[in-house]
């Protein structure tokens, strides 16, 4: 149980494009996702934290408006990275908790992501 | 704020061996949520064990426990009979606001 899908697992893209990622819960409801960047070699960062049906927040720093996530059901986060440039490539990891997990995070496999 | 501290940033150990990996960290809570998580060179966080602060008893996942001492704010991974399997990089965390620490690399040696 407890599983988390991210789609697609890489992507590559042209600088000024838009990339939008998928995260899935695939067999308990997610009452929060969370998105993660991990630079190589270091730990994850949390980017934000979206509840289903609210506005995400934010973490200080990150760009809201570059950063654009969509929580629209108990079962699917999407995060767009909006006009990407080539200092956005990176790691996205999304995770997701929900009511009988309590606070446990269920992590996705990431997406790869390569600005051009 | 929660800061999360693990001061090994590279262990290893012999295959069928213990390892005890450290993590310590800050807060102000009295009821909070500790987890480690470990993530293979697949890149997929995988949960290995978690504590509920309220809970004075160790957790223990299989070949995995850990050493909590709330007034220390210390919070050790034990790993047993250690396997190949097992190398990866291990990383502390502190829930609700999920604050990672800076990972462990672990190399199990054949």
């Known amino acids: 149980g407890a599983v988390v899908s991210q789609h697609p697992s890489w992507v590559i893209c042209k600088s000024g494009t838009s990339v939008k990622i998928e995260c899935r819960s695939l067999?308990?409801?997610?009452?929060?996702m969370f998105w993660y960047r991990q630079f190589p070699k270091q730990s994850l960062m949390l980017m934000a934290t979206s509840n289903e049906g609210s506005k995400a927040t934010y973490e200080q720093g990150v760009e809201k408006d570059k950063f654009l996530i969509n929580h629209a059901s108990l079962t699917l986060s999407t995060l767009t990275v909006t006009s990407a440039h080539p200092e956005d490539s990176s790691f996205y990891i999304c995770?997701?908790?929900?009511?009988?997990?309590?606070?446990?995070?269920?992590f996705g496999p990431g997406t790869r992501l390569t600005v051009l | 704020a929660q800061t999360v501290t693990q001061s090994q940033p590279e262990m290893s150990v012999q295959e069928a061996e213990t390892v005890t990996l450290s993590c310590t960290y800050d807060?102000?809570?009295?009821?909070?949520?500790l987890f480690w998580y470990k993530q293979p060179p697949s890149r997929q966080m995988i949960l290995v064990i978690r504590q509920e602060a309220y809970k004075q008893q160790n957790a223990t996942e299989n070949r995995f426990s850990v050493n909590f001492q709330k007034a220390a704010k210390s919070f050790s991974l034990k790993i047993s009979d250690s396997q190949l399997g097992d190398a990866a990089m291990y990383f502390c965390?502190?829930?609700?606001?999920?604050?990672f620490g800076p990972g462990t690399r672990l190399s199990v040696l054949p």
């Open positions: 067999d308990f409801q997610a009452t929060t």
């Open positions: 807060t102000s809570e009295s009821d909070y949520y």
């Open positions: 995770s997701a908790s929900g009511r009988s997990g309590g606070d446990t995070q269920y």
């Open positions: 965390a502190y829930g609700q606001n999920f604050v």
